[in-house]
């Protein structure tokens, strides 16, 4: 059975969808459209590249993320460093090395571009912090007069993942008729993680055809959401930098908590996360295995009982109601 999917984001705690992953092909599902945030953007785009969920697991699970800790050995510097490099570079860290990761991950794959997958297979949220919207790409590049197929996929993932004030923004300049009668300096758009303003776009693949909704003619969409009720962790303020951590990890997930205690749909995996941060990259191998089983376990247990909806159908009202019978 085929099923679209969504990945939430969650920074170093996406090792727990590699497992969710691995899980549901286990059951006997097969993986149509993709789309991800932030870390989720990370799987979405190797399962669209390729990868199946033992060989993304096998690769996330051995990879030491503190390697995509980056940055010059002048913003090394103890205290000033740092505070230079978010002043000057706008994040701690540089971002780059995270998409030479991925864009070495997809070129085995032969992927390099959008223009390598099909059509609409794959999907990655990202925030316009100069324009204040959610940019879905590839397709809504072409607002900044880009085209969508010649784009590469690594900058996309990292646009994604570009946690704020901790990776460096990826900046944009707008081409064509976009950047008509801008200065360059209103050319330019940063661009941020797109948990800022949509952490689980669990509605992107929602769509009604021919004025009918009908779910057994459509392929179903499930979820995957991290959940962190298991293991609340306090933040521990003690200069501005860590205060700063506390507020992009207060922004990156505190918006989603009161989906996670109302949420009814029986479309999502919910994945604990046991309590690990968003942006702790220094994890142990320890935590490493427990999320990867965490999403294993979260993946068998929602695909035991998971059950599609029963068919059903919602017509449009006619645009020219009949009128009364002669």
Not at 102 to 108: K, M, N, Q
Request: aromatic share 10%; with cysteine.
């Amino acid at each position: 059975m085929e099923i679209n999917a969504v990945f939430e984001g969650g920074g170093v705690k996406g090792i727990a969808l590699a497992g969710a992953v691995e899980a549901t092909e286990r059951a006997g599902r097969t993986f149509g459209r993709v789309a991800g945030t932030s870390s989720g953007s990370i799987i979405a785009s190797l399962l669209a590249a390729g990868y199946s969920g033992e060989a993304m697991s096998r690769v996330i699970r051995r990879t030491p993320f503190t390697s995509f800790l980056t940055r010059g050995a002048l913003y090394n510097t103890a205290f000033v460093g740092p505070a230079l490099r978010v002043l000057l570079k706008k994040g701690l860290y540089s971002g780059q090395a995270l998409e030479a990761w991925i864009r070495g991950l997809l070129l085995e794959q032969g992927v390099v571009t959008f223009r390598d997958l099909p059509r609409g297979k794959l999907r990655v949220i990202t925030s316009d912090i100069t324009n204040g919207r959610i940019v879905v790409l590839p397709d809504d590049l072409v607002l900044y007069g880009i085209e969508p197929a010649s784009f590469e996929v690594a900058k996309a993932v990292r646009m994604s993942c570009s946690i704020p004030y901790f990776f460096d923004p990826v900046i944009l300049r707008l081409a064509g008729e976009a950047a008509r009668g801008k200065s360059f300096s209103g050319q330019l758009v940063y661009m941020v993680d797109g948990g800022v303003l949509s952490n689980f776009p669990l509605w992107l693949f929602d769509e009604k055809k021919d004025g009918f909704q009908s779910p057994e003619h459509r392929t179903p969409t499930i979820g995957y959401q991290l959940i962190g009720k298991t293991a609340p962790q306090p933040h521990h303020i003690t200069g501005p930098f860590s205060m700063l951590e506390a507020m992009v990890e207060t922004m990156l997930s505190a918006h989603d908590e009161r989906y996670i205690e109302t949420d009814k749909f029986v479309r999502t995996v919910k994945i604990p996360t046991l309590g690990i941060s968003t942006t702790e990259f220094h994890i142990t191998q320890t935590q490493t295995d427990a999320l990867y089983k965490a999403g294993i376990a979260a993946g068998e247990e929602f695909f035991a009982n998971y059950r599609p909806a029963p068919p059903s159908y919602t017509r449009r009202a006619p645009l020219h109601p009949a009128g009364p019978r002669q």
